[in-house]
């Protein structure tokens, strides 16, 4: 084991503060990881606050859109993106990405065709995320997001390519149906990218 010289560890202390860690040259190491984690980043370690992206494959939820109730409607493959700070969701990200294979960092992204989501960030209104003690709880979370009550907000002709200005009218169409990919609207940036501006 190498021992850092006395003038590494001021220029380290300078870094990391006064508090006795771990030294972070020598390890680091994740929390036990959710299923369908694509990635972790340690925003900031001394604060705790960190991002966990959980890969949802394609497939059909059942929504509500203010009072009404959908079944079966199509969405996108997705990222779901999570910032954490001691056990709590300060921010959800969403972004849609094309069914085909491994995400990587140069894997394009598009945004989420429907609403409440705004460059990439979710519009959760008035509900809550519940805290979290576990990463491994983030692998069903996109469920929350299902059963909150959607709206308008922030949707328009700009989300998707189908060219249907009506939100009530698209998620009426799309139950029971895959949602095509062709309809997905690139937001000019990889996930790499995505991640450099965190």
Known sequence: MRILGVQKRKRLRKIIGRKRMKNPAIRIETPTLPVNCVKHIWINRAQKIQMVFIEVPKGKWDIAYYNTTFEQVGFP??????????????????????????????????????????????CMGGNTLPVIKDLAQLATMHQVFFAAPSSTCYYNTNRNE?????????YNRMQGQDFPEEWLTSKQRTFGQYCQEL
Not at 87 to 115: N, S, W
């Open 77 to 122: 493959r997705m990222l779901f993106g999570y910032r954490i700070r001691d056990g709590r969701i300060q921010q959800l990200h969403i972004l849609a990405v094309k069914d085909k294979g491994r995400i990587r960092e140069d894997t394009e992204l598009y945004k989420f065709p429907y609403a409440n989501v705004s460059n990439g960030v979710v």
């Open 162 to 170: 189908s060219g249907i200005s009506d939100l009530r009218e698209l």
